[in-house]
């Protein structure tokens, strides 16, 4: 039976790479890091400092640049006080609901991720939040620091593989000299490329916060509606309850076939969409917008 695989394009398990704060360090030594492997980051910006006098955090200008070129902006409270959501209705306004609609307004799109200040949160806060995002980083490995090192590093990719589970790397700047982030810059590439070879063998998807949560959401909630399903030809509507403004990740659809599949087409409408064929499997990227797909081989 065809099903909706666990993660993009049939991959076991999931990994994003977060950056915290939004200082320009951080986020111009983070971008430079992640280009040769090809993936993109989600920065998670302290809102109020964007712009600050001081000149430390990256503006809207470099942003926006990013966000246009595929990183996430992700939304790390308006001025990161620790405990804030024990400060009352107004303080959580502001560092919740205002902080998220100015990375809104500023950039043009939808902001999604979420991360705490210290990564501390309680249950309130914790619900309180996920009214307005969508995705919290609540779980984290942190890179950089006295024990970080290249083979814990990869240790934890392969565990996340293992565990078929979604993990967040977390980074402060990955050429920090403080002693609580300080990372050798080669281990790090190293690490990146381990990353980048286990995506190549397709056993990692590699992606912003916002994209594997979205992926994860409109997965759960996802039904396959069968028009028609006989060997060799299969037609069906991939249809999503969510709100289709916040969520528009394609799927990956994976239909077994019984044998390697050959001279396969997939349309939807009149249009052919890619699809890749691995094994017996025929594996389609698709937004479940409820638009009828029709696949065949033989
Ligand atoms: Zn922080």
């Not at 049939?10 to 030594?29: K, Q, R, W």
């Not at 916060?209 to 028009?227: F, P, T």
Request: proline content about 5%; overall charge neutral.
């Amino acid at each position: 039976m065809p099903s909706i695989a666990q993660y993009k394009g049939n991959a076991p398990a999931a990994i994003s790479l977060t950056f915290d704060d939004g200082d320009i360090a951080v986020v111009d030594n983070g971008v430079e890091a992640l280009k040769p492997f090809g993936f993109k980051g989600t920065f998670f910006v302290i809102v109020g400092e964007i712009e600050d006098k001081d000149g430390t955090h990256a503006g809207w200008e470099k942003l926006k640049k990013m966000a246009n070129a595929g990183h996430e902006i992700g939304n790390h409270t308006w001025d990161h006080k620790r405990y804030f959501y024990q400060m009352g209705d107004k303080v959580l306004q502001q560092e919740v609901v205002k902080s998220s609609r100015l990375i809104d307004e500023k950039l043009g799109r939808k902001t999604v991720s979420f991360a705490f200040p210290y990564n501390e949160f309680d249950e309130t806060s914790a619900s309180y939040v996920l009214r307005y995002q969508p995705f919290v980083r609540f779980k984290e490995f942190c890179y950089g620091g006295p024990d970080w090192s290249l083979d814990k590093a990869n240790k934890w990719i392969d565990d996340t593989i293992k565990s078929r589970k979604w993990g967040a790397a977390m980074f402060h700047d990955v050429k920090s000299e403080s002693p609580m982030f300080k990372m050798k810059y080669s281990d790090l590439m190293a690490n990146l490329k381990y990353l980048k070879d286990a995506q190549d063998k397709n056993l990692v998807w590699v992606a912003t916060y916002g994209e594997v949560g979205k992926y994860c959401a409109e997965r759960n909630a996802s039904r396959i509606q069968y028009i028609e399903h006989v060997p060799g030809r299969i037609v069906f509507k991939l249809t999503c309850p969510l709100s289709k403004e916040i969520y528009n990740e394609a799927l990956t659809v994976k239909i077994p076939a019984s044998a390697p599949p050959a001279n396969v087409s997939v349309l939807s409408g009149d249009k052919a969409i890619p699809f890749k064929v691995r094994g017996n499997d025929i594996l389609l990227d698709i937004i479940p917008d409820g638009s009828l797909v029709k696949v065949s081989w033989n």
